[in-house]
């Protein structure tokens, strides 16, 4: 009979902190290498010692050092059977082409719209899944910030942590600059600040969306015109927060939604966008512009216009000359 000791040992997983994976919570460390266990129990994990850090009791909250040890015990490395899906050949491709940025610690892409930046709800795979399986030596790489499946444009993935972290700290003051262009109904002649708090997750019909209320939290776009087309203009957004569907909700409030906008849109609108061959949200992330600490050069990447988003214009600019 097989010594149960011995087997126990040799399922226990005892794991090295990298510098690459310095400064992360252990909780959220946790639910990346215990695939399928829900939060509930990584804090029981923790809390009755089974999972310890150096041999020692860790709280949640505690922040993994580089050098530390990690010991997860035998029995729990996978709680539920996680699905291996690798994405096609041509999305790969796909992915692969649209990088307009690559660095030893940053790579920024082009993301097509319609392919996720993640998966799950549903989703095999998203963007970051398309990364690792195009890298799968890659020793990190993890999303920056996200954009909505629909939306196209400047997409950044760090490939160190030091990296990751100095862009989110960048992002909580305010220092990176993101411009996205869109079209929105009406004719708009100068420049509008819509500064309204979101909250998420309101219920309507059944669907979750974000909405502006008292008690969301503070939410400022600056919208500048570039081109009024028929009954529509071509704007400049500047998100100055990061919540989520900012742009899209701010539009919407103002009554001017965006073009293509199936979840805070006008029908009659979107209808006239698709007549003139638009089959998408009208929103990409033309750009992004920030300058690392410690004597980084400052970094601008530029995303170029779909060609089917610069057809929809022109169809509408057409129009525009004939009335």
Same mark, same amino acid.
């Given at each position: 009979m097989p010594n149960k000791k011995a087997k126990e040992t040799a399922t226990l997983r005892e794991l090295r902190i990298n510098e690459n994976q310095e400064g992360q919570r252990i909780d959220n460390y946790l639910i990346n290498q215990i695939k399928g266990a829900p939060r509930s129990l990584i804090y029981r994990l923790l809390r009755t010692g089974q999972v310890r850090v150096n041999k020692g009791r860790k709280k949640p909250t505690y922040r993994l050092q580089s050098g530390d040890l990690v010991r997860i015990p035998p029995g729990i490395q996978q709680l539920s059977p996680v699905p291996q899906c690798t994405p096609p050949d041509s999305v790969l491709? +796909?992915?692969?082409? &649209?990088?307009?940025? !690559?660095?030893? /610690?940053?790579?920024?892409?082009?993301?097509?719209?319609?392919? &996720?930046?993640?998966?799950?709800? /549903?989703? *095999?795979? /998203? =963007? $970051?899944? #398309?990364?690792?399986? $195009?890298?799968?030596?890659?020793?990190?790489?993890?999303?920056?910030?996200?954009? !909505?499946?629909?939306? *196209?444009?400047?997409?950044? #993935?760090? +490939?160190?942590?030091?990296?990751?972290?100095?862009?989110?700290?960048?992002?909580? @003051? @305010?220092?990176?600059? +993101?411009?996205?262009? &869109?079209?929105?109904?009406?004719?708009? !002649?100068?420049?509008?600040?819509?500064? =309204?708090?979101?909250? +998420?997750?309101?219920?309507? *019909? /059944? @669907?979750? #969306?974000?909405? =502006?209320?008292? *008690?969301g939290k503070a939410s400022v776009t600056v919208f500048r015109p570039i081109k009024s087309v028929d009954q529509a203009t071509v704007v400049e957004a500047y998100p100055k927060t990061g919540r989520t569907h900012q742009i899209r909700v701010h539009a919407a409030h103002i009554g001017c939604p965006i073009a293509g906008d199936e979840k805070y849109g006008d029908t009659a609108f979107n209808q006239l966008a698709r007549e003139h061959g638009l089959r998408r949200l009208f929103l990409h992330a033309t750009s992004v512009e920030f300058e690392l600490p410690n004597g980084h050069a400052p970094i601008r990447v530029n995303a170029p216009l779909g060609d089917d988003l610069h057809e929809v214009i022109e169809r509408l600019s057409t129009i525009g000359d004939d009335d």
């Amino acid at each position: 009979m097989p010594n149960k000791k011995a087997k126990e040992t040799a399922t226990l997983r005892e794991l090295r902190i990298n510098e690459n994976q310095e400064g992360q919570r252990i909780d959220n460390y946790l639910i990346n290498q215990i695939k399928g266990a829900p939060r509930s129990l990584i804090y029981r994990l923790l809390r009755t010692g089974q999972v310890r850090v150096n041999k020692g009791r860790k709280k949640p909250t505690y922040r993994l050092q580089s050098g530390d040890l990690v010991r997860i015990p035998p029995g729990i490395q996978q709680l539920s059977p996680v699905p291996q899906c690798t994405p096609p050949d041509s999305v790969l491709r +796909k992915i692969r082409d &649209a990088i307009i940025y !690559d660095d030893k /610690g940053l790579l920024v892409i082009n993301k097509p719209a319609g392919i &996720a930046v993640h998966g799950g709800s /549903g989703l *095999s795979f /998203g =963007v $970051i899944e #398309i990364f690792r399986t $195009i890298y799968p030596q890659a020793p990190y790489l993890e999303l920056v910030h996200r954009l !909505d499946r629909e939306t *196209s444009g400047c997409l950044m #993935i760090a +490939k160190k942590r030091s990296v990751l972290r100095a862009l989110h700290q960048l992002l909580r @003051e @305010e220092q990176v600059e +993101k411009q996205y262009l &869109a079209l929105v109904k009406g004719r708009w !002649d100068t420049p509008r600040t819509v500064s =309204v708090p979101l909250r +998420k997750n309101v219920l309507r *019909s /059944g @669907e979750r #969306i974000v909405s =502006v209320q008292s *008690s969301g939290k503070a939410s400022v776009t600056v919208f500048r015109p570039i081109k009024s087309v028929d009954q529509a203009t071509v704007v400049e957004a500047y998100p100055k927060t990061g919540r989520t569907h900012q742009i899209r909700v701010h539009a919407a409030h103002i009554g001017c939604p965006i073009a293509g906008d199936e979840k805070y849109g006008d029908t009659a609108f979107n209808q006239l966008a698709r007549e003139h061959g638009l089959r998408r949200l009208f929103l990409h992330a033309t750009s992004v512009e920030f300058e690392l600490p410690n004597g980084h050069a400052p970094i601008r990447v530029n995303a170029p216009l779909g060609d089917d988003l610069h057809e929809v214009i022109e169809r509408l600019s057409t129009i525009g000359d004939d009335d």
